[in-house]
């Protein structure tokens, strides 16, 4: 089945840099890669996702990368801000009705 | 549109018990995944609920069972509790078809002592 490895665990930043958040996955079947945010005591929320036929994808100070022979997807967010600071997850998904396999989380703390 | 609930959001059981849990996902959705998070290991996938079959199973011993309803309302069951199922168990309801958002519950914080 599906396997994704997530780096770093932790990550700290100053605000106004930004943060690279990677993961890799096993399963060259899998075509979709969301990204959500979780801030403490509160549920996960999707912020960005990314489909196999594309190699990119922006929203605002949010972007994902995708490298299908790589195997392996990346979140850059530019110009943190504290707000930015939550845990972190990347997913991927194989075939149209397969699971939804998770990351184990990347914690971010942007300090003012 | 409502978002997913669960209940109940905390719970406290002994060792050896059992404990249902439910969830129901936003209206028109016909697929609930259950995942128990744990600190430092992130969303594990229990399995996943679709028109009332399961139609995905993570790795989990048996003691982990859930279901679906009619209405795409689910319930998972944990028997013979163990101190280190003690996590919070996530419900997210989605459309089904794949690739596409799965919107999560608050989740029921489970605490085995």
New interface residues.
């Given amino acids: ?1 599906e396997n994704v490895e ?1 780096h770093p ?1 932790t990550l700290s930043v100053q605000e106004g840099d930004s943060a690279v958040i990677k993961c890799t996955y096993s399963d060259s079947a899998s ?2 890669f ?1 990204w ?1 945010k979780q801030e403490l005591g ?5 912020i960005i ?1 990314i ?1 196999s036929n594309v190699g990119e994808k922006k929203d605002q100070r949010i972007a994902v990368t995708l490298n299908k022979t790589a195997k392996h997807f990346s979140l850059h967010i530019t110009e943190t801000q504290p707000e930015d600071s939550a845990v972190y ?1 990347c ?1 991927a ?1 194989g ?11 990347t914690t971010l703390s942007v300090s003012s | 549109k409502a978002g997913v609930t669960q209940t109940p959001r905390y719970l406290i059981k002994t060792r050896g018990q059992q404990v249902t849990l439910s969830c129901s996902p936003i209206s028109g959705h016909r697929s609930v995944s259950w995942y128990q998070q744990t600190p430092g290991q992130g969303l594990q996938f229990l399995f996943e609920y679709f028109s009332e079959t399961q139609r995905n199973k993570g790795n989990f011993p048996g003691r982990f069972s859930g279901r679906q309803f009619s209405n795409s309302r689910s319930e998972m069951n944990v028997s013979t509790l163990e101190l280190g199922d003690s996590a919070l168990y996530l419900c997210a309801s989605s459309e089904g078809q794949g690739e596409e958002t799965q919107y999560f519950g608050p989740g029921t914080r489970l605490l085995v002592l």
């Fill in positions: 089945g997530q665990s075509n979709y969301p959500y509160k549920r996960p929320q999707l996702d489909r997850f997913a998904e075939q149209a009705g397969t699971a939804l396999i998770f990351g184990k989380g």
